[in-house]
């Protein structure tokens, strides 16, 4: 087995149990899948300010990001693990409702800023604290009960610039957010056997297939140079972020873990501020920092 498959739970365990080393590695290995996927966001949005539609971004971003991913998988020796993978039903279902929620989310992006589309997306963890304790029967204490309310409230706040208006791009974000809170929620079913790169790899096959399939619904277009450039960089992130993702939702308590995802709002907001000169007002930034200190609960 490759070194990410180590100590992994078991599919049949009906309780789950981590050692605090194994959360704390997850919880960094989520850290920086957020921050990469930031760093995707960001040429991902650039090329759909540019007219690139979501099924061409996705399609053409997700092929290169596998071709990274099939020269990693060689390397750690897992391609033999690419037919037991694609006839695993959870692993393929994880992949269907991953390819789903990225449609969704990137025909969106260049429609909200980077820091709305993240606080959308922070829906994820708090539906995955109660999915977590009714099918993964892991132990929610009342402490985490109240992070994930006071959480939810500092995501309000931050929602704030929005002023009450109605955006429908911002629920489409949402409901991509609910395919993604399905898909963390049966990733630890996914037995030891089959290799974290090899589920990054057939989730990106996947996405890509299904922007591949959506073309006849959109016009692509002809890419120049810089989107080119663009689009390699994002599928170079994308491949990374996905792998330390997958392993933080693998290796460590859902529940412990998934509200770490929180630290996409930091990373966008920075990039959103570089980039586009997006800043929050007073109200966003006291719910950011109520959502980063709500982690220390």
Known sequence: STPDTASLPTTNAKVQTFSAAANVNAILLMVLSRALFTCN?????????????????????????????????????????????????????RAALESIGVILVVAALPHVSLGESAVILQTVPLLLVPLSAIFLKEKVGWRRWAAIVMGFL??????????????????????????????????????????TIMVTLTTTAMTGLFGFFGAPGETWVPLDWHLWGAMVAAATFLGAANYYYIRSMREGAIAVVAPFRYSAVIWAVIAGLIFWGDFPDVLAICGTILIIGDRKS
């Open 154 to 195: 500092g995501v309000l706040m931050v929602a704030g610039p929005l002023e009450g208006r109605i955006n429908v791009w911002l629920l489409v974000t949402e409901t991509g957010a609910i395919f993604y809170a399905v898909r963390d929620i049966i990733t630890q079913r996914i037995g030891p056997g089959i290799p």
């Open 41 to 93: 966001d960001v040429f991902t949005k650039y090329m759909g300010e540019h007219h690139v539609p979501a099924t061409e971004i996705t399609g053409v971003r997700n092929t290169i990001a596998g071709l990274f991913l099939v020269l990693i998988a060689w390397r750690f020796g897992a391609l033999k693990t690419l037919w037991p993978a694609i006839k695993h039903p959870i692993a393929m279902g």
